[in-house]
């Protein structure tokens, strides 16, 4: 049998180009502090109340964010309202009086003016990235917080909750789930368009929900094939539970032409990882990667010394999707 190339380094160089950088990390870290003492002595100085506390949420916390290719990169910093937290919800300030709160905190902060959006307060930093602060009461009571939505209220929420739940599935599944993650976030980064993706969440609990063992050593192989299982589903059925309180259904508002255009594109997706993994030379099975990923996929250099290319093409099963019962 014909040695197939495995790219699973190439694929972790890959991780190492569009993961977050340390630095960057770094930066964010010292913005987000600034912003929370300015939010937290705007409570103490002018409201004269106490200061609320905070607990970063979403990619940032679960380390699946990625730099984009172009444009901003996101992180969510929850502000929990400590001074509300003893009141009946029937006592709670309106949602717009909260988040004018916030917004007057961060104001002028930075040279773009802050911007007030239904779930949270933005802070932007120069079309580089921004930070997002969604607001929350959680009564002493109460197992869990609410949201102050600028339109709907008080509604259920609680980020910590699917936090706690990936990072359990992490301790399980291994390292290896995030950089899946990470994976379809820059696909998608690179795919998008003007078409309808799934957000940077829901790729998180559809790649936990349908994860394949046994591709340890594997990432190119383990990626497609939990694109397979996750395409074999929502084409089953276009459906998402999140997967913790509150547990609502996520995809159930996308258009008939919204869902028929992301399966094609995960059908491609599938059809060229294939036959990506079906490649004996690694330089081939490269190239076919840069078509899914584009350009931020590594070129295959073979090595000077051809003697020590032992490594680079290891003997490995062919392809991925024997167990699933028939190729795409």
Known sequence: MSQLAQCNDLFLKFDEKIRLKPEKKE???ISRNALRTKIQNYFENTLKVTKPVFWGQGSYMMN?????IDGEFDIDDGVYLKHLSGKKEEDWPATSTVHNWILKAVDGHTSTPPVNKNTCIRVIYKKEYHIDFPIYIKGDN?????LAHKTK??????PKELTNWFNKEVSEKGDQLKRIVRYFKAWKDNKKGDDKFPSGMIFTILATNHF????EEDDDSAFIAIAKNIYDDLSDSFTL????FPKEELIEDWSETAKTNFLSKLSTLITN???ALEKEKKNEAADTWIKVFGERF???????????????????????????GRSS
Not at 64 to 68: A, F, R
Not at 241 to 244: D, T
Request: charged share 25%; net charge negative; no cysteine.
């Open 64 to 68: 699946t964010i990625i730099e984009p």
């Open 241 to 244: 539970e999140r997967p913790v």
């Open 273 to 275: 990882g294939q036959k």
């Open 27 to 29: 930066s964010l870290r």
């Open 212 to 215: 394949v063992d046994g591709y």
């Open 153 to 158: 209220g008080w509604i259920d929420s609680d």
């Open 142 to 146: 109460a197992e869990h917080p609410k």
């Open 298 to 324: 590594p070129v295959y250099s073979p090595p000077e010394n051809r003697i020590d290319k032992g490594y680079a093409l290891q003997t490995s099963e062919p392809a991925i999707l024997g167990n699933h």
